[in-house]
RNA sequence: GCAGGGGUCGCCAAGUUUGGUCAAAGGCGCUAGGUUGAGGGCCUAGUCCCGUAGUGGGUUCGUGGGUUCAAAUCCCACCCCCUGCACCA
């Protein structure tokens, strides 16, 4: 397809649609998967310029963040899961992974290979539009846009726990780690044991139980360490495996090192809550790299510290503190129960997580304020202890121990003055919510999602320590984090070939205040000309992604349009779609089974994918990418290609005309499902059904096809769905021609040679019966036109509902009163929304141009019911006409 | 736990918004027949049960109730499954 001819310019007085996809993270070349998206929007973009709108659908590539640098690290260290993807799958010749450990060329190849897929897959882009996130004319946008959403009073400082290594010196995200382990951060509570001159730290997640304290759990083989905090001066004890993760979080010195777990065993600690004396016990199974390294010991509300304390033959100590339905000890029940042994059992995992969940759901406080639900005390206590200076928030990685790329433990740091977007904000909020009412959905289902969505949003960390692309405008040693920075960038496409006439440092907060917000002057005539295109494309008019964005992407799209802009260019519309799957499965590197797109395309054809992808599955369902489908278009498509080939002139029998009454049957929804975006079910009418009524009117026509005018019409309507095999037969023009009207149609023309389609099949079986019981074949084949009667029958009894009492009063009608009860039960479950009766003529003209296929048969009599005196004959219904086989 | 989505005739999957053309589309699989010669072909028919030379009857849409002349579709309760819970693209 030639290069140029959707590159897109603002026509004054011509409608306009802006479409713009999600655009790609090149950190690796894409699968048929990524083909789904694009492809709907293409296709999307096709039918609206059918429909006369002057269409933008352009493109650009996502450059930043954290992915794109570890993949190139990857490569560098050798990975060899990521270079088997690149070379096994991919096809990336190995020659070229030196290039790639750097991050810029990497971004480079990566979206050449996908910006080549997504020309062969023929998507109608301007790629003259086509911008990188790290490029610096886009870097003062984003800068831009970081200043309005400041002014605006949206960002703020704070706090903030994030997934750390020390090793790497930076965050990290599950493609930091090894293993690609997504490190869960969680808060638990810290609490001060006075013990000697210092605290000993210990971790829980249940400070409820403080009470039920009987004695602490330290590992006598580990080692420990005394730190002191800087700011408060407090020195506590902590494991020395435990260390990092603590000092990332507090500022401290270490004060001595190197104290054998032994050291404590024996001695006493005081419990905070209530300065009581407990003695601190020997227990192997205090894990000394996690938590702390030191464990409170609860033993009745606890699985471990029971049998812990059980192997000392202490079991006297216990304390009850928590009153449990169907329990009357919950840990000592439970270890019972399941006959547990020792601290060594696995089965202490399963018990333990019993316990705590029937006491967080049903148990109330025995102690402290009586009768409180666990549920309320755990935050109560957590908050008093907080306050009371007799415990420290902290944070742990939950499913830890993850390692970092580096090889190094994952640590939570608390990162001070780090800059959030404040997404919590109510007044935001609300305009989000007038957004999201006035805006479409498709499928609308998605929209409750958004809602939702918007509803949770709180603060948001837009600021990361590396990464690609453009730095914070407000601490230069930031970098705005990835999805920041994606959120209003469709407004940069309306500009983007245009903003390359000035240099970066001329584009300052004024320079675009004036092209977006129409404030202040312009300073040249391109200036001007960047307004003229952003007001005359924006708002968007169609945003299309996967259902994987709506929790953090598009919410943000929202979010800061409505911030920034004037309603007026507020999103439109939003299409979700689901994935693809191949046969059956997920794509995924483990199973092996990415099939890449340029390899698919190779294979089948661009078409042929692009209408895979598209044409399967509902919108929003997942799509099954697998061999038969394919087959199954191609197979088609050789059909429908075979059938143009021989076509020739504008034929005139009942068979072109029942052709073209059904194709104007389905013009007549057309409109309506472009605009639900139901390209299942076009792709169901115009192709699937169209195949088989083809099939037939070739074979009532003895092969002969005259039908230019369909297949004109046909063409235009395919070519979204099927753009290259329609521009090779049509030329390229075609992707302009308008869309064919919705005209009026006969329903009983269509409905006439569907009856006796039916009949047909309904005969061939019949005779099937009769050879396989041995009946022998029939020789000829009386077809019975229902009475005249009977049509006034069904269209009587469609009138008054089924009113049995209402067609009586009908003289003519009333004389068939006998026959009138036998059939109308037959008729009734046809009543209420029955397509047009054909009439008695066109069932005749679609007979008897059909007959030579009835023919084979037998010999073919069409009578008429009066006519005949076979038993059978008065069993014929307008829908159903009787036949007698003899 | 909170939120969202879902359970349909071997499998996948429409239908549910607007109750009646719903024994319930389509695809796969399976069965039978056809195609005069290979090919992960192609075509036709069947595929809940019983009956029948087609139009009949019965029992179905996670489970149990309810509303209605009529429920896969509406209401109530319950069971089960999937996804997300962020600072990461």
Not at 460 to 476: I, V
Request: glycine letters at 6%; one cysteine or more.
């Amino acid at each position: 397809m030639a290069a140029n001819i959707f590159e897109a310019e603002p026509i004054e007085g011509k409608k306009k649609r802006f479409l713009t996809a999600a655009f790609p993270y090149p950190n690796s070349p894409q699968h048929i998967g990524h083909a789904r998206t694009y492809s709907v929007a293409d296709t999307y973009a096709r039918y609206l310029r059918h429909l006369g709108y002057n269409v933008l659908f352009p493109m650009a590539f996502h450059v930043t963040g954290t992915p794109i640098i570890a993949m190139a690290q990857r490569i560098a260290e050798g990975d060899k899961g990521v270079i088997d993807v690149l070379v096994n799958i991919y096809g990336i010749p190995k020659e070229k992974l030196p290039e790639l450990t750097d991050p810029k060329k990497l971004v480079l190849y990566f979206s050449q290979e996908i910006e080549q897929g997504m020309k062969e897959m023929g998507f109608s882009i301007d790629w003259r539009r086509k911008f990188y996130t790290f490029d610096p004319h886009f870097n003062k946008f984003i800068e831009w846009q970081f200043h309005k959403l400041k002014k605006a009073g949206l960002l703020v400082k704070g706090s903030h726990p994030v997934a750390w290594s020390l090793k790497l010196n930076s965050a990290v995200g599950s493609h930091d780690t090894k293993g690609d382990v997504d490190p869960e951060i969680e808060e638990v509570v810290a609490i001060k044991f006075p013990f000697e001159d210092a605290y000993l730290l210990a971790t829980t997640y249940r400070p409820e139980t403080l009470f039920g304290l009987t004695n602490m759990w330290i590992n006598p083989e580990g080692e420990y360490v005394k730190v002191r905090d800087k700011n408060s001066g407090e020195p506590y004890y902590i494991s020395r495996g435990t260390l990092d993760n603590f000092s990332a979080q507090l500022d401290v010195e270490v004060v001595q090192e190197g104290i054998k777990g032994d050291y404590f065993i024996g001695k006493q600690c005081k419990n905070p809550a209530n300065g009581e004396e407990v003695p601190i016990f020997p227990a192997t199974f205090v894990d000394v790299e996690s938590g702390t390294g030191i464990v409170m010991s609860v033993p009745a509300h606890a699985p471990f510290d029971y049998v812990a304390l059980r192997d000392l033959g202490k079991e006297d100590m216990i304390k009850k503190i928590i009153d449990v339905p169907g329990y009357d000890i919950p840990a000592k029940d439970i270890v019972e129960e399941m006959h547990i042994i020792n601290q060594q059992d696995p089965k202490l995992e399963q018990a333990t997580k019993r316990v705590y969940k029937d006491e967080n759901m049903k148990g109330k406080m025995l102690v402290w304020k009586e009768g409180m639900p666990v549920k309320e005390a755990k935050e109560a206590v957590k908050e008093w202890l907080i306050n009371d200076g007799k415990a420290l928030r902290y944070y742990i990685i939950a499913n830890g121990p993850v390692y970092s790329r580096a090889g190094d433990k994952v640590v939570v740091k608390l990162v001070k003055d780090q800059w959030f977007i404040n997404y919590g904000d109510k007044q935001w909020k609300e305009k989000a919510y007038k957004c999201l009412d006035r805006m479409k959905t498709i499928p609308p289902e998605t929209k409750q999602e958004l809602r939702n969505t918007i509803d949770w949003l709180d603060r948001k960390a837009c600021t990361r320590s590396r990464g690609l692309g453009t730095k914070f405008p407000f601490d230069e040693g930031q970098m705005i984090e990835s999805l920041s920075d994606s959120t209003i960038y469709p407004a940069f496409y309306t500009i983007s070939h245009l903003i390359k006439e000035f240099s970066p440092e001329e584009l300052t907060v004024e320079f675009f205040d004036y092209i977006f917000l129409g404030k202040g002057e312009p300073i040249n005539e391109k200036h001007e000309a960047m307004r003229k295109s952003f007001t005359y494309w924006y708002p968007v008019d169609s945003r299309h992604s996967g259902p994987d964005l709506i929790r953090n992407h598009l919410s943000f799209y929202i979010m800061n349009h409505v911030a920034i802009f004037p309603e007026e260019l507020w999103p439109k519309q939003i299409v979700i779609n689901g994935f693809v799957l191949m046969n059956g499965k997920k794509m995924s590197k483990s199973l092996g089974n990415i099939l890449p797109l340029r390899k698919a395309i190779k294979e089948h054809g661009a078409d042929i994918i692009r209408f895979s992808v598209v044409s399967g599955s509902d919108l929003l369902q997942d799509t099954n990418f697998n061999r038969p489908l394919v087959e199954g278009i191609k197979q088609r498509l050789a059909f429908f290609d075979d059938m143009l080939k021989k076509n020739s002139g504008n034929g005139n029998s009942f068979a072109d005309k029942w052709i073209r009454e059904s194709v104007k049957a389905k013009l007549s929804t057309l409109l309506d499902e472009i605009e639900r975006l139901d390209l299942r079910e076009i792709s169901k009418k115009w192709f699937y059904d169209f195949y088989h009524e083809l099939k037939w009117y070739s074979d009532v026509k003895n092969g002969k096809v005259e039908l230019d005018d369909v297949f004109d019409k046909w063409l235009i309507v395919l070519e979204p769905l099927l753009p290259f095999f329609v521009a090779e037969r049509k030329g390229e023009k075609a992707v302009f021609e308008p869309l064919p009207k919705a005209e009026p149609y006969d329903e009983r023309v269509i409905a006439a040679m569907n009856v006796a389609r039916e009949l047909y099949s309904d005969i061939a079986n019949l005779i099937h019966m009769m050879e396989e019981k041995g009946k022998g074949k029939p020789t000829k084949l009386t077809v019975v036109i229902p009475a005249v009667w009977k049509y006034e029958l069904f269209e009587k009894l469609k009138a008054e509902k089924g009113n049995l009492k209402a067609v009586y009063a009908d003289e003519s009608l009333a004389q068939h009163k006998e026959k009138i009860a036998r059939i109308t039960k037959a008729l009734k479950s046809k009543l209420y929304s029955i397509p047009a009766l054909p009439t008695r003529e066109l069932f005749k003209q679609a007979l008897e141009e059909a007959a030579h296929l009835f023919t084979t048969f037998g010999e073919l009599h069409i009578v008429s019911e009066g006519e005949c005196q076979h038993e059978k004959a008065k069993a014929s219904l307008p829908l159903k006409p009787a036949v007698i086989l003899e």
